[in-house]
């Protein structure tokens, strides 16, 4: 839940009419809740029901689980977890470049203080197990910009919605269980409503939320008076074009206002972002796991199928009245490893059941590893292969999963959008931005910096270049007086930068990395002169090479200013290296000039040496 920034607008919807949407969420969806949490109990490895479990028992057949859910579906997640993305900013004129490179590293310090790989990876679970996540992207009282995940069990929707990224529903929001003090805390300081929050525990409600909202322990009613507890509805919804914001209990509303939340035109907007991998005809929103329970469940019963016929033995009379004891003595005595049949019994052989039973169990087997990553996805084959076969591969193997990789890059790429209206609408103050390279090397970019008077060449008349950032240096801001804004405007003014936000994918690539770095390190052992150390320095995996090139360069540096403060010195340097280049221009030459004597002489020699040319052979009759 989201403290409001901006003032609240008159509320024009009321209580009654959210909490018929709310009821009316609970009734049409509660068939496709009730799935999706099946699916989620498949991954957690709560794989039989009650009733089976009692049945296996009557039979005395193992109610083991071996659940291949949940390595099927970390193993998705390993794949986006083990690739690397980073938001991109795309300038929409060509004079807009600089303001890209500000607004991509803008996002990537919001990414990174907020921590949202690890939102992205918990959305993508709640994706790729009930079908469907979602995250708040919103501002808190530091104005730093999280991404609040909302976890599948409080996301509250509009059930008329058929898009995977929920663009034609008309509200979303989320529900959940509160203790009466957080509620409080959301009223602030009125105290109307502080004595409404009160009195509604006190006197408790009769309306009941359904079992996919119950919290635990379960509570079935609005108000858990016992633990002083609120079931809080926070809705966002689109009412005449305009996105409003409420949030209210069974006793009355918290907040009702407009959406605090601008897009990119202004306007307001919701600040939830979406998405679902699945929706069928009926509008039921599901994951991959749901094709996955009834191979899960074959795998189970077979298993359990098989190891029963393993540990018991059917038995029959070899003729009819020829067995001695009772037909239970007999089965007990098969059933041990050292036992003896009684006479007159034998064991009935049951291996077209078996291995009928284990090709079943072959094909549920292949069936969900084939829905889950393949072997060659995740780099389990060929791993003798060189490191562009295998992402090659690995691409390869991905095909059949574009769908729902897709999915988590559209969540993605949308969240990422929405970070960037929020830090235009609420970064209107100066501020540093700190980045760090690959290299862990911080670099500070600053954000909404006043700007002060161009610093003019007397000699020119025009404005002097700084030699490192090759822009026109500046002096010190200077304000007015009047309106305390400064004079010459403000540098990487985030609100007037006007670029398009997408996302860079990059794959796992550190063995193509490796062979590269190989490659060019032989090829510096073979051109010392073309591949310098730098380069090779520049593209290792050494651990604190930023470090390194640092001290080189500043050796570089001190050695160059020495020269310039000794001119004598350089001088007698640059004589020494003219000198040393004169002498092996004439070894050079002298060693040219040498060889072409040796070759003429060679020449000359195998000349003198060849045999005289033929004689012409005189025609007939010449005498």
Known sequence: MEDGVTPKAQASTSVETYKRMFEEFQSSAYDSRRESGIDRDYYDGYQWTAEERTVLRRRKQPDNVYNRVRPAVNGTLGIVQRGKTDPKAFPRNPQDEDSADVASKSLRYIADKNSFDETKIECFNDLLVEGTCAALVGVDANRDIPTDRIPWSEFIYDTRSKLKDFRDATWMGSAKWMFEADVKAIAGADPAKVKEITDTIEAGAPLSVDDSFEDRPEAVMWVDKGKRRLFVVEIYHKEGGVWRHCIFHSGGALVQEDSQYLDEFGKPTNPIVARSIYVDRKNNRMGIVRDMRGPQDEINKSRSKIQHYLNTRMVQEASPGAGMGSAEEARAEAARPDGALPSGWQIVPQNDVVNGRMEMLREAKSEIERMGPS?????????????????????????????????????????????????????????????????????????????????????????????????????????????????????????????????????????????????????????????????????????????????????????????????????????????????????????????????????????QMAPPPPQPIPAAGGF
């Open 375 to 607: 072997p060659e996805t995740l780099g389990r084959q060929n791993a003798e292969q060189s490191g562009r076969a295998l992402l090659a591969r690995q691409q390869a193997g991905m095909v059949e999963q574009g769908v729902i990789f897709g999915a988590i890059e559209d969540f993605e790429k949308r969240s990422y959008r929405a970070m960037w209206h929020r830090a235009r609408q609420y970064w209107n103050a100066p501020m540093w931005v700190r980045v760090t390279d690959d290299e862990g090397s911080p670099e500070f970019i600053g954000v909404n910096q006043p700007k002060g008077p161009p610093i003019i060449d007397p000699a020119t008349g025009q404005p002097q270049i700084d030699p490192k950032t090759k822009q026109p240096m500046e002096g010190e801001p200077v304000m007015d007086p009047t309106t305390g804004q400064p004079l010459f405007g403000l540098k990487n003014n985030i609100a007037q930068l006007d670029v398009d936000i997408d996302i860079d994918s990059t794959p796992d690539t550190a063995n193509i990395q490796q062979e590269q770095f190989q490659i060019l390190a032989e090829l510096a052992k073979a051109y010392p002169q073309d591949v310098p150390f730098e380069d090779l320095l520049e593209v290792s995996a050494m651990p604190n090479k930023r470090a390194l090139i640092e001290k080189r360069k500043a050796r570089a540096e001190e050695a160059s200013q020495a020269q310039q403060n000794n001119p004598q010195a350089a001088l007698q340097i640059r004589g020494a290296e003219a000198e040393i280049s004169e002498k092996e221009n004439s070894a050079e030459l002298k060693a040219a000039q040498t060889a072409k004597t040796v070759m003429e002489t060679a020449g000359l020699a195998q000349e």
